[in-house]
């Protein structure tokens, strides 16, 4: 007898740590406490949220501000006024953004836009604050010494004493009083928006001026109600058997839900109560142990039914669906949604990385080389096996059922395979050898496979047995898992490189998260709401579908991520992948993923998805250790400041990874979108000008940014003020103006000093032009006159010659004795007179065509003119035993003065025939674009050098030195320049050329 009470004991204590194991597993709760620092005292006697969601806590050493992640205090460190620290309940109104609270002296303070000022009440609303502050939680003490209870409800306040009952309007006036008996069980409560009362029988009833109807719950306690009310929150709670219910009103009655159990609210001094509906936290206040904040657990974790013979050490990778809501390991477990366990022996069959269940639910394993096949009508202990000479890499089911296998050795490569799993015997059939690690298979509309690798993403085409390697996916991605929700989208997870998305027909790389968790994505399984669940080896991702594709779309740059780790509910962050398959979606209802420390399973349409929706908000402004209180104005700072720091807060209640608030800077100085790794942003030195301090935070799921901007100014030193440039610019103005000005003045005076300069030098100038001109007129009157005396005596001279020629000529052609020395002389008579009569004819008719100002003629041949001069000097030319050359060219035809080229050549061919005997004269011409050539080449015996400079040097229009012998090539030289041509030597030994050149129009 004695042996089976123990038993029974033994089994009803495993009942009752299984039991609490369960609330613990159902719940996650964390103190806060003076102990941790992050309160001022331990004693919390209200709570309740601002309009804003931040959480105000009332202590015995003054108020805390809770925003999920930082507590601020205000006391009378940092409020003026308060002599005392202690304060009482919350009372005033949310909804206006006023909530009050006074300390143990009646000092009254206002929590208004998010912080806690002072406030000057009149006497009888101060009153009335004063018995709303009284601690209502401890009714019974009022009523023992007689005292006013006061309680608000919505636009009433109602104060209640032993016999009575008044009742205050919005504006605290008096509207009605009248009689009440209180009864010491009488305890009053506020629960959405009306006053209630519960009497001894666990009873509750609408609190009427003319009537009373109570009310059961609808629950048989076996402990007495203590019913807490939380009168600024028009909240009520009832604590009972460990058990916390928090109270509704619907219809015409309460509802009560339990909202947290397991838990001893005496033993641990429970006085004050809060629940955040909207993020679904529990905030409970205690006398002397803090505040204490529970949240429901949305996951829960499996262990293995065996873990002394497990082996595994609660390590799990491959899982598969077992039946309608049961789960099979790779190693043998079988877990239900509802916390079933029990196993089957295939571990020894298994290595843990793959687990298949088929249409005809057989479980398929593999190890080593060898795939194995559990048969269900044998009740999974009789198995097929197959060896395939290649490491077993990876098990997969069709979309028709058929079962497909990726093996690979170093030495044969790989291979894939398909089995029919209808077939009682059936045989691996080879698909085709691939020259890659398969790691995921992936059958996707009957034609293609996906293949994933260690070695990048493959295509196997089943109708041509072609293997693609995917370009897009790098050849040293390792791919983890496939997720095929259509043939047209497939998700990627891979090792140390992100996910991937495929979907029309591209590959978008998805935007890592903040630090990089999902660079290693294990598994991705989609729910039925289109929420994408990530794991990675620092915990579970959840994204809304559709952000991901606006971001493949590029409709959004940036991708909310919510992170879900194991404060709720799992016991490792790092879950397992490289395994198929990574997790389970039984019946989508339920999510099973293998971790490191047991399996992970979660409703995914019951989690609750606390996100970073509220707003951002700027609390103060500290300016070189001085705060100042932000009231939505725009801040002007002195340049001298050595640091600004803004505080900026946003209450969040979730997972703190999943609130990221960026700054940007704009302005002078610009900065960059910066994520806050502290309560504040503090700049220092910036120089003058307006700024604008731009926050932001993604708000969740959507990818949309809540938006804050802060406008601020540096006032800038009087040099750098807007007044001083345009007093700047205005002197800069004047200066020009007065230089200009002087300028001008200057630049006047200078032009009346060179006027007079220009008038006496015109003066001089106009004298000297008059002796010029009187001069020219003495030369050209002096020039015509030796013109006239030249013309005069060689015409006198000419006769005479004339005569004397042709006397010569007669006595010469009469002379009977040839050969005698007179007709010799005769002859040279003959000759010397006809060159002089000749010279002097050219010499007059030089002096008659200079006085010409035509050079041009009507157009004639220079072949002719060169002829007429040949013939002019053949005598001559015949006596001196010289042969004379005409090479000029038929077709020219010039317009040059004809009179004047004529001299010219004559001059020329006389020169050559007295320099030239028993030799040869020629003359040629040539023509080269617009240039027309005539030379004139002699074989005489030349000319010396320093004449042959002198005149090329005349003949350029330089004044050479010496002295020219003889007029002609002098005289040539001149005429060359009236009619535009110019003159270029040669001579040596055996004669001498000279050219002419003239430059023809076009």
């Given at each position: 007898m004695k042996l089976f009470c123990n038993y029974i004991l033994k089994i009803l204590l495993l009942l009752l740590f299984s039991q609490q194991m369960l609330a613990q597993q159902n719940y996650n709760y964390q103190w806060f406490s003076a102990d941790s620092k992050h309160l001022p005292q331990n004693s919390v006697k209200s709570i309740t949220a601002d309009k804003y969601g931040y959480i105000w806590l009332s202590t015995e050493n003054g108020i805390v501000r809770y925003d999920g992640q930082n507590f601020n205090i205000y006391n009378s460190e940092n409020t003026k006024g308060l002599s005392s620290n202690r304060m009482l309940l919350f009372t005033g109104s949310v909804a206006k953004d006023s909530i009050i609270i006074l300390n143990e002296r009646s000092e009254t303070l206002l929590i208004h836009e998010r912080a806690v000022k002072n406030m000057d009440t009149i006497k009888y609303r101060k009153k009335l604050y004063t018995l709303l502050s009284r601690d209502a939680y401890f009714q019974d003490y009022y009523k023992q010494r007689q005292k006013p209870l006061a309680i608000s409800v919505k636009d009433r306040t109602y104060i209640f004493t032993q016999d009575s009952v008044s009742i205050y309007n919005s504006n605290y006036k008096l509207t009605q009083q009248k009689k009440h008996i209180f009864n010491q069980s009488d305890k009053f409560f506020v629960s959405s928006g009306d006053l209630y009362i519960l009497n001894e029988k666990n009873e509750y009833s609408l609190f009427s001026e003319i009537h009373k109807s109570f009310q059961k719950f609808g629950y048989d306690f076996t402990k007495k109600i203590e019913i807490f009310s939380n009168n600024i929150a028009q909240q009520a709670f009832?604590?009972?058997?460990?058990?916390?219910?928090?109270?509704?009103?619907?219809?015409?009655?309460?509802?009560?839900?339990?909202?947290f159990e397991g838990f001893n609210y005496k033993a641990n001094n429970i006085v004050s109560a809060y629940y955040d509906e909207k993020n679904e936290v529990l905030y409970l206040g205690s006398s002397n142990k803090g505040l204490l904040v529970v949240k429901r657990n949305d996951f829960r974790h499996n262990i293995a039914p065996n873990e002394e013979s497990n082996g595994n050490s609660n390590i799990y990778y491959a899982l598969t669906q077992l039946g309608d809501n049961k789960i099979l390991t790779s190693t043998g477990e079988i877990f239900s949604d509802k916390g079933e366990k029990s196993a089957i022996d295939?571990?020894?069959?298994?290595?843990?990385?793959?687990?298949?269940?088929?249409?005809?639910?057989?479980?398929?394993?593999?190890?080593?080389?060898?795939?194995?096949?559990?048969?269900?009508?044998?009740?999974?202990?009789?198995?097929?096996t197959w060896d395939l000479n290649r490491s077993a890499r990876c098990i997969a089911k069709g979309a028709n059922g058929n079962i497909y296998i990726g093996a690979y050795s170093q030495a044969d490569k790989g291979a894939l395979y398909t089995i029919n799993p209808d077939e009682d015997s059936p045989v691996p059939q080879l698909i085709s050898k691939i020259d890659f690690p398969p790691t995921e298979i992936v059958e996707v509309d009957?034609?293609?496979?996906?293949?994933?690798?260690?070695?990048?993403?493959?295509?196997?085409?089943?109708?041509?047995?072609?293997?693609?390697?995917?370009?897009?996916?790098?050849?040293?991605?390792?791919?983890?898992?496939?997720?095929?929700?259509?043939?047209?989208?497939?998700w990627l997870g891979t090792y140390n490189n992100g996910f991937f998305l495929y979907r029309k027909g591209k590959f978008t790389h998805m935007p890592k998260d903040r630090y990089g968790y999902l660079l290693t994505t294990h598994c991705i399984i989609e729910d039925k709401e289109g929420v994408m669940w990530l794991t990675t080896n620092k915990g579970l991702f959840a994204a809304k579908k559709q952000d991901l594709f606006d971001y493949a779309d590029n409709k959004t740059k940036t991708v909310y991520y919510n992170l879900y780790d194991k404060s709720l509910g799992f016991l490792n962050n790092e879950f397992n992948g490289g395994c198929t398959p990574c997790g389970v979606n039984v019946n989508q209802k339920t999510i099973f993923f293998p971790s490191m420390?047991?399996?992970?399973?979660?409703?995914?349409?019951?989690?609750?998805?606390?996100?970073?929706?509220?707003?951002?908000?700027?609390?103060?402004?500290?300016?070189?250790?001085?705060?100042?209180?932000?009231?939505?104005?725009?801040?002007?700072?002195?340049?001298?400041?050595?640091?600004i720091k803004f505080f900026i807060s946003s209450?969040?209640?979730?997972?703190?990874?999943?609130?990221?608030?960026?700054?940007?800077?704009?302005?002078?100085?610009?900065?960059?979108?910066?994520?806050?790794?502290?309560?504040?942003?503090?700049?220092s030195t910036l120089p003058p000008g307006e700024y604008t301090l731009k926050i932001r935070k993604l708000s969740g799921f959507g990818s949309k940014y809540i938006y804050k901007d802060i406008q601020f100014s540096i006032t800038p030193a009087f040099w750098q003020t807007g007044w001083f440039t345009v007093v700047l610019i205005a002197l800069g103005l004047l200066v020009i103006y007065l230089s200009v000005k002087l300028r001008i003045r200057y630049i006047k005076h200078k032009n009346i000093q060179l006027e007079k300069q220009v008038v006496l030098r015109t003066e001089q100038l106009q004298s000297t032009v008059l002796t010029l001109r009187k001069t020219k007129e003495d030369l050209s009157v002096q020039v015509k006159n030796h013109k006239n005396l030249i013309k005069t005596i060689t015409h006198d001279i000419k006769s005479p010659l004339k005569f004397i020629a042709l006397t010569g000529k007669y006595l010469y052609n009469n002379l009977?004795?040839?050969?005698?020395?007179?007709?010799?002389?005769?002859?040279?008579?003959?000759?010397?007179?006809?060159?002089?009569?000749?010279?002097?004819?050219?010499?007059?008719?030089?002096?008659?065509?200079?006085?010409?100002?035509?050079?041009?003629?009507?157009?004639?041949?220079?072949?002719?003119?060169?002829?007429?001069?040949?013939?002019?000097?053949?005598?001559?030319?015949?006596?001196?035993?010289?042969?004379?050359?005409?090479?000029?060219?038929?077709?020219?035809?010039?317009?040059?003065n004809r009179h004047l080229l004529?001299?010219?050549?004559?001059?020329?061919?006389?020169?050559?025939?007295?320099?030239?005997?028993?030799?040869?004269?020629?003359?040629?011409?040539?023509?080269?674009?617009?240039?027309?050539?005539?030379?004139?080449?002699?074989?005489?015996?030349?000319?010396?050098?320093?004449?042959?400079?002198?005149?090329?040097?005349?003949?350029?229009g330089n004044k050479p030195s010496g002295k020219p012998t003889g007029m002609g090539l002098h005289m040539i030289i001149e005429l060359l320049v009236i009619i535009g041509g110019s003159l270029y030597i040669t001579s040596s030994e055996k004669g001498t050329t000279i050219t002419i050149n003239f430059m023809r129009p076009n």
């Open positions: 009832l604590f009972s058997d460990d058990k916390l219910f928090y109270l509704r009103k619907t219809n015409d009655h309460l509802t009560k839900e339990l909202i295939i571990e020894k069959y298994s290595d843990k990385f793959a687990v298949l269940t088929d249409k005809n639910g057989n479980i398929w394993t593999k190890k080593l080389n060898s795939v194995y096949r559990f048969t269900k009508k044998s009740n999974f202990k009789k198995f097929n009957g034609k293609t496979l996906w293949c994933g690798s260690w070695r990048g993403l493959y295509k196997f085409h089943l109708n041509t047995k072609k293997t693609e390697r995917v370009k897009e996916i790098s050849s040293t991605t390792h791919v983890r898992s496939i997720y095929a929700s259509s043939p047209g989208e497939i420390d047991g399996i992970v399973y979660f409703n995914p349409l019951s989690v609750h998805k606390r996100l970073p929706d509220s707003g951002i908000y700027l609390d103060e402004i500290e300016v070189d250790s001085t705060t100042h209180a932000y009231n939505n104005s725009k801040f002007v700072f002195d340049r001298h400041f050595g640091k209450p969040f209640f979730g997972n703190a990874y999943n609130q990221n608030i960026e700054t940007r800077l704009e302005g002078p100085v610009v900065q960059n979108w910066t994520p806050m790794t502290e309560t504040n942003v503090s700049f009977e004795k040839t050969g005698s020395v007179e007709k010799e002389d005769v002859k040279a008579i003959h000759t010397s007179s006809t060159q002089l009569y000749h010279f002097v004819d050219n010499f007059l008719e030089y002096a008659k065509e200079t006085d010409l100002n035509n050079t041009e003629s009507e157009p004639y041949s220079i072949r002719n003119l060169a002829e007429e001069k040949i013939t002019f000097f053949k005598n001559i030319a015949t006596a001196a035993k010289t042969k004379l050359y005409n090479y000029t060219d038929s077709s020219l035809f010039i317009t040059i004529s001299i010219v050549l004559h001059n020329l061919l006389d020169n050559a025939l007295k320099h030239t005997f028993d030799g040869s004269i020629t003359i040629t011409s040539s023509q080269k674009d617009n240039e027309l050539s005539i030379t004139v080449t002699d074989t005489g015996k030349g000319m010396s050098a320093e004449m042959v400079n002198f005149y090329n040097n005349l003949a350029l």
